[in-house]
Structure formats: structure tokens, C-alpha cells
């Protein structure tokens, strides 16, 4: 993504709370999903955490997300959710949909789009 002026889409935004809201407006519509719903514990306080410092984190923020966590290793702290094609489509769909509620510049909302379409297909740990 090439951002104005060499920004990372962390200043971009103006900051972290751009990323605590998208991450709500997933988590919201997650919290009311069927398929996904299940996968989370009822409350969502430390998703909502963890999402939003790791995406911080990977968008030019502060690096506090490792300082508490260590390395995010997403492949293997999801490894023990059976993720196959209808959860990953489910995942994507809520966050796709919270990306272009947050009124990004095309360029940066289709680079956002485009690293969860990636992360999401990287999660898939069951046969279709």
C-alpha cells in the first residue's frame, strides 16, 4: 500500500482508536453469529484486546501487542478452532464489512480488505 507522505495506516487513521472501533463493529457482529458465535467465549473483552493490539501492532503502531503476548503466531493460537471454508467466509463477511463501514481511502480500505482476505485463508485448518 503506498501511503500519503510514507504514513503507516496506524497514523493514517489517527491512531488506535480507529482500530478499537473496526475491531467492535467485528466483534459485534460476531457476538450474533451461528457459526462463528460458538468459536468465542461469552465475553469478549480479551478478543476485543488482543484483535485490536495485534492489528495496531501490524499497521505501524506501538509494538505492545508482542511486548505482552510475544510473536502473534496466528496460525497456532488458532489451531485449536476447527476453521474450514463456511468459518473462514463467515469470519471474512463481518470483517469486510467492518472495514468498509470505517471510511478508509480506497487505496488503504483495499489493502486492509486484501490482508484479511489473506490471514483468513491462512486460518483454514479443516478439509472443505
Not at 488482543?50 to 501492532?57: A, D, N, P
Not at 469470519?91 to 468498509?100: E, F
Amino acid at each position: 500500500m503506498s501511503e500519503p507522505e510514507g504514513l503507516t495506516l496506524f497514523e493514517l487513521v489517527g491512531g488506535r482508536q480507529w482500530f478499537v472501533d473496526l475491531v467492535d463493529r467485528f466483534y459485534d457482529s460476531v457476538a450474533e453469529d451461528p457459526v462463528l458465535q460458538p468459536m468465542y467465549p461469552d465475553d469478549l473483552t480479551d478478543s476485543r484486546a488482543h484483535m485490536t493490539g495485534f492489528l495496531v501492532q501490524y499497521w505501524g503502531g506501538p509494538a505492545t501487542y508482542s511486548e505482552e503476548r510475544g510473536h502473534p503466531r496466528l496460525r497456532m493460537r488458532h489451531a485449536p478452532f476447527a476453521i474450514g471454508p463456511a468459518e473462514r467466509d463467515a469470519w471474512l463477511g463481518h470483517m469486510v464489512a467492518a472495514v468498509d463501514a470505517a471510511d478508509l481511502p480506497a487505496e488503504a480500505a483495499a489493502a486492509v480488505r486484501d490482508y484479511f482476505v489473506n490471514a483468513a485463508a491462512h486460518m483454514i485448518n479443516q478439509p472443505s
